[in-house]
């Protein structure tokens, strides 16, 4: 194996997005998820910048800070910034999120972690999201690796059985406690166990 590409949103970050519809219900209670989640995935395609998510929504005033706060209550995972310094001595590692441009930017550069990467693969730039085959195949191209010598992590299974379809070898950090039949790891020591 030679490359180890993790996912954003559940794995690196103990969020998993989950937590966003209920962060806007604390405002506006009467929204409806998909009234939430409408303005937030066009952001995650680069339809629209990531303060025009709160607009839609109908937050008012600064929208910046709005924004900020928000991705202030973003935490990483516990262990991975040992797993990540560690990997980053045996692979070459890379991050493919569905995200907005701007949520991304924010969380990577608080958090130092644009370091260990050498692809970064991010919906809102690339205006392609997982499962799209295609935002897998440009990540592994940049990479210069085949799909088999690569190990994609994500918290999802339908991310996890695209990659697998492209020969990718995948293990699922299960942090949202799902049901998965296939290979899966409950934390980032589990995982270092294994790989490292």
């Known amino acids: 194996m ?26 506006f209670p009467n ?14 395609i680069g339809e629209i910048p990531s303060l025009q998510i709160w607009e839609e929504i109908g937050f008012r005033g600064n929208l910046e800070k709005i924004e ?4 202030d ?12 310094s560690t990997a980053k001595k045996k692979y070459k590692l890379a991050v493919i999120s569905n995200d907005s441009s701007g949520w991304s930017k924010y969380i990577r550069e608080k958090f ?11 919906s809102g730039d690339l205006k392609i999201q997982k499962p799209d085959e295609r935002i ?15 190990l994609y992590i994500d918290d999802r299974e339908g991310n996890l059985k695209a990659a ?31 790989i490292l």
Do not use: H
């Not at 030679?2 to 405002?27: N, R």
């Not at 929204?31 to 995650?44: R, S």
């Open 2 to 27: 030679k490359a180890v590409i993790l996912d954003m949103y559940g794995v690196i970050l103990k969020q998993t997005g989950d937590d966003f519809v209920p962060y806007v219900q604390q405002t």
């Open 31 to 44: 929204l409806k998820p998909e009234e939430i989640y409408k303005p937030w995935l066009k952001a995650d």
């Open 68 to 71: 900020k706060n928000y991705l």
């Open 73 to 84: 209550t973003i935490k990483l995972n516990d262990g991975f910034l040992d797993f990540i």
């Open 112 to 122: 130092d972690i644009n370091k260990y990467f050498d692809v970064i693969s991010i």
């Open 136 to 150: 897998f195949n440009l990540t592994i191209d940049k990479l210069k690796v085949k799909a088999k010598d690569c």
């Open 164 to 194: 697998e379809k492209l020969g990718m070898k995948t293990i699922m950090l299960n942090s949202r406690n799902v049901q998965y039949s296939g290979d899966a790891v409950n934390s980032f020591k589990e995982l270092a166990e294994r």
